[in-house]
Nanobody, 122 residues
Framework: VQLQAFGGGLVQAGGSLRLSCVAS????????MGWFRQAPGKEREFVAA????????SYADSVKGRFTISRDNAKNTVYLQMNNLKPEDTAVYYC????????????????WGQGTLVTVSS
């Protein structure tokens, strides 16, 4: 599976962005899809995950209520809608695909996109 993430950019605190991740190469619908982020000098951290069917989701506490993950298997695309952004959300955001149900650990994912930078100004 090849993944390509895009949609990052510069936004003011309180604003919104929607990230997209397009998959190609293999069956997209069979994978849990996840979003992770990595801020400068910090480890990669879990943001959200969605099951292959889209019926189940999981979120990090820091983004719960502000971010929404969704997927469109017909378009081989997973989305991350980010609302009420905060400066601490600034990071490179990565999408990933894996076989483990709603995994929250990056080592459980087999395929990764290249990352897209989100910068939130105060």
């Amino acid at each position: 599976v090849q993944l390509q993430a895009f949609g990052g950019g510069l936004v003011q605190a309180g604003g919104s962005l929607r990230l997209s991740c397009v998959a190609s190469g293999r069956t997209f619908s069979g994978y849990t899809m996840g979003w992770f982020r990595q801020a400068p000098g910090k480890e990669r951290e879990f943001v959200a995950a969605i099951s292959w069917s889209g019926d189940s989701t999981s979120y990090a506490d820091s983004v719960k209520g502000r971010f929404t993950i969704s997927r469109d298997n017909a378009k081989n695309t997973v989305y991350l809608q980010m609302n009420n952004l905060k400066p601490e959300d600034t990071a490179v955001y990565y999408c990933a695909a894996g076989a483990y149900f709603l995994a929250r650990t990056h080592t459980r994912y087999d395929y990764w996109g290249q990352g897209t930078l989100v910068t939130v100004s105060s």
